[in-house]
Every structure is written in C-alpha cells, then in structure tokens.
C-alpha cells in the first residue's frame, strides 16, 4: 500500500490568507520530499523539495516543513492567490535501481482559494 | 524549449483492444518515468527508464503492461486486451538526471475504456 497520505482531502482558504498542507509518510529511510502542483487537466508541476538533512526549506511564498519525529511533511502557502487553486501531491522518495528516483505520491489536497 | 509531450491526449477504446500511449520527453533528459492516475488518486509509479540501462519495471501491474524507450529518446506504453479498470490518466516524466533531478511531467493520457 502507499506509505505517504494526506491529513484532509480538502481545503478553502479566503484569499490572502496563508494556507498549510499537511502529509504524513511511513518510510523512515525516505531521505528526500517533494510536493507537487497539480491544475485541472495539466501534470504535476514541482514546487519544492526537501532533503532529509534538512527540517525546513523556503521558496517563494512557499515553505516546506519536515517533522522526521513523527515522520510528517507540511507545505504552506503565504498570501494565497486564486492561481494557488489546485491539488496539492507530496511525494516521497524511494531509490529505485541505480539510484533513481521512484516517487510515491500521496493522494493529494484540493486547495481552493475564495476570491 | 518545449516541455514534455504526450500523444494522444485523449484515447476511448472498447474493452480487449491494444494501445499505445506515446511519450517525447524533454530533450537531453536522460531519465524518463511513466505513472499512472486513477479518478481523485494520486500517482502510482509504473516504470523508468534511465539511458541504455533496463529499465525497472517493478510498478507495473501485470503483464498486458510494457513500455518501450526508443534511441534514449521518445517512450511508448502499451497495454494490451485492455479492461475497464485500465481507465485513468497515464502520465510521462523526464528528468536530466536520474538521482535527485527534478521530474517534469507531460499532460498526460486519458485512457478511457468501455
């Protein structure tokens, strides 16, 4: 079975308001996180990625968060913005042959945005 | 400077027929991965391909089930005697390399089947 779930299906947030995305993995030797974007009718789209070295990473408007404790990932989003309406995946790393990367993906949030 | 492509973007067949999903992905991307998309799921990993090397083929779920990668560049998918739980959207990544290198995805394949 998947090893990597998100807490809520679904989320709504006015606009402007900051948003949090939470996911929960069950693999301790996952050593890399990522989350995707995904619109209606597009593929994922990377946003940001963590190493398991690390317990927090920014981009833009976007922070990543990683609880290796209790083996939780987070995504929040500041200032939303109705572009920021899509489904939300993390995704969590599994070395494959040759040490590619072999995503397990959760099964994702639906962020809207209320303009 | 285009990204990765999928072909055909929409596919209907009946049950028990072949077919073929086609995927070109960014040029120079050495490693190319193939998921699959359930209705409100997330993505279940089906193979990858990383140059000359075999691939790993250790997702897909069964044996109607393979993939080709052709000159290192463009993949096909084929399912064979399709059924109608093979519905879902079929999506092709790249990347530039095979360790820690970003996936980008295509549009992805809606696979119908009747």
């Known amino acids: ?115 | 400077g285009a990204g990765v492509s999928q072909s055909p973007s929409n596919k209907v067949t009946e049950k028990g027929k072949d077919v073929e999903l086609r995927c070109d992905p960014i040029s120079g991307h050495t490693a190319l991965y193939w998921y699959r998309q359930s209705l409100g799921q997330g993505l279940e990993f089906l193979i990858y391909f990383q140059g000359n090397s075999a691939p790993d083929k250790s997702g897909l779920p069964s044996d109607r089930f393979s993939a080709e990668r052709t000159g290192g560049s463009v993949s096909t998918l084929t399912i064979q005697r399709t059924q109608q739980e093979d519905s879902a959207v079929y999506l092709c990544a790249s990347s530039l390399r095979v360790a820690g290198g970003e996936q980008f995805f295509g549009p992805g394949t809606r696979l119908t089947v009747l």
């Open chain 1, 1 to 115: 079975g998947e090893s990597v779930g998100l807490h809520l299906p679904t989320l709504s947030v006015q606009e402007g308001d900051n948003s949090i995305i939470n996911c929960a993995y069950s693999n301790s030797a996952s050593d890399y996180f990522i989350w995707y974007k995904q619109e209606s009718g597009k593929g994922p789209q990377f946003i940001i990625d963590i190493r398991s070295n690390m317990d927090k990473r920014q981009g833009q408007r976007v922070t990543v968060l990683l609880n290796k404790t209790v083996k939780h990932l987070s995504l929040q989003i500041a200032a939303t913005q109705p572009g920021d309406s899509a489904v939300y995946f993390c995704a969590e790393n599994l070395r494959g042959l040759q040490g590619a990367q072999k995503l397990v993906f959760g099964q994702g949030t639906r962020l809207t945005i209320n303009p």
